[in-house]
Nanobody, 130 residues
Framework: QVHMVESGGGSVQGGGSLRLSCAVSGLPYASVCLGWFRQAPGKVREGVAAIRNDGRTSYADSVKGRFTVSRDNAENKLYLQMNNLEPEDSGIYSC????????????????????????WGQGTQVTVSS
């Protein structure tokens, strides 16, 4: 059974930092890509950051230079370091994994697309106050 469990969310003032973690277990196949998505109330879910198994990363324009995605394959964990947080960064952050039998590595343009991923965590709340 696949488990993807996020942690590290919370409330912070603008300009502050948070580090999200995602513990991944039970994937049927090695993940080709891991990603972070967020959804604010009344808004569609958006891809924030992703990292492929070859180490290539992709970021939404709104978080470039402020967020850093990383993965620890030995520990089966995904991280998102978020610095200089803004109120617009508030939302539920979910981790996601693309794990397919013989699955192709997603192209850079697809790394932040929700349709690339087939396993999802429940999410953790991030609230940034002004």
């Amino acid at each position: 059974q696949v488990h993807m469990v996020e942690s590290g969310g919370g409330s912070v003032q603008g300009g502050g930092s948070l580090r999200l973690s995602c513990a991944v277990s039970g994937l049927p196949y090695a993940s080709v890509c891991l990603g972070w998505f967020r959804q604010a109330p009344g808004k569609v879910r958006e891809g924030v950051a992703a990292i492929r198994n070859d180490g290539r990363t992709s970021y939404a324009d709104s978080v470039k230079g402020r967020f850093t995605v990383s993965r620890d394959n030995a520990e089966n964990k995904l991280y998102l370091q978020m610095n200089n947080l803004e109120p617009e960064d508030s939302g539920i952050y979910s981790c996601a994994a693309a794990s397919y039998l013989g699955g192709p590595t997603p192209s850079i343009s697809h790394m932040l697309a929700g349709t690339t991923y087939n396993y999802w965590g429940q999410g953790t709340q991030v609230t940034v106050s002004s």
